[in-house]
């Protein structure tokens, strides 16, 4: 298979990937707003007194007590929470990456045509560039402290 034709393939597959990754998006917010909407206050009862007599009838005398049960929540609970912030923060870098795109498009129409950019032009003042840290920066930098 020749060079440019792995290009096209691999620019088309990228291309996929990143279709299948918006529609992955949508689907985890409606999943997600519908999951919110139908934990009403009486379901979230009735399935705590639901899994309150499943462990009642489940305990075996020294196996398994209250304890295990609620340290068993509490690390599934944790588990949700980390995925939700991993997508989370997925979702926030290619925001990111979105974003720089569209700035670096933005500076490549700005640019002036060959014939302007031939004659001299006053320098402008460098400003230093100030950027929203990245998750994973923002999450470094709250570990260190």
Known sequence: MKFGALQRRVKRCEQVMA????????????????????????????????????????????????????????????LFASAQAAFASVVAAQAAETADDAADQVDEAAEPPPAAAARPAARPVAEPELREPRPAEAATEMSER
Request: charged share 15%; aromatic share 8%; glycine share 16%.
């Open 19 to 78: 279709v299948r990754l918006g529609e992955t998006q949508d689907h985890w917010n409606v999943l997600s707003q519908v999951w919110r909407q139908g934990w009403s206050p009486l379901r979230i009862v009735v399935v705590g007194v639901a899994g309150g007599f499943i462990a009642g009838k489940l305990e075996v005398p020294g196996k398994v007590n209250g304890a295990r049960w609620l340290q068993m929540v509490g690390s599934v609970s944790s």
